[in-house]
């Protein structure tokens, strides 16, 4: 079992950078692919960024492509999103998600865990 912990979020003016970080609990972290999904009020939760476990493939949603960065340091059992440019459209409540498989995926149903979300606004 993986307990998730997101941090990082708040309110940033249109341009600002903000850097996310979800640290999990346990020893197996590295066994999982990692997730940022994000919710805006009366929206459905979609996919941000995915990183796999070994860290060399990531993938990002084309509307944040360029402009957000995940990383990961199994070291530390930690998952970061670096989020530059920010819009007012990244206003958001921002998951962390974790995925017992070799490679991250899209759909929020591929997800085994999730943690509780952190709010990140960004005002114009």
């Known amino acids: 079992q993986v307990q998730l912990v997101e941090s990082g979020g708040g309110l940033v003016q249109a341009g600002g950078s903000l850097r996310l970080s979800c640290a999990a609990s346990?020893?197996?972290?590295?066994?999982?692919?990692m997730g940022w999904f994000r919710q805006a009020p009366g929206k459905e939760r979609q996919f941000v960024a995915g990183?796999?476990?070994?860290?060399?493939?990531?993938y990002y949603a084309d509307s944040v492509k360029g402009r957000f960065t995940i990383s990961r340091d199994n070291a530390k059992n930690t998952v970061y999103l670096q989020m530059n440019v920010l819009k007012p459209e990244d206003t958001a409540v921002y998951y962390c998600?974790?995925?017992?498989?070799?490679?991250?995926?899209?759909?929020?149903?591929?997800?085994?865990?999730w943690g509780q979300g952190t709010q990140v606004t960004v005002s114009s």
């Open positions: 998600a974790a995925r017992q498989h070799w490679i991250p995926g899209t759909d929020s149903r591929l997800y085994d865990y």
């Open positions: 990183i796999n476990r070994s860290t060399d493939y990531t």
């Open positions: 346990g020893r197996t972290f590295g066994r999982y692919s």
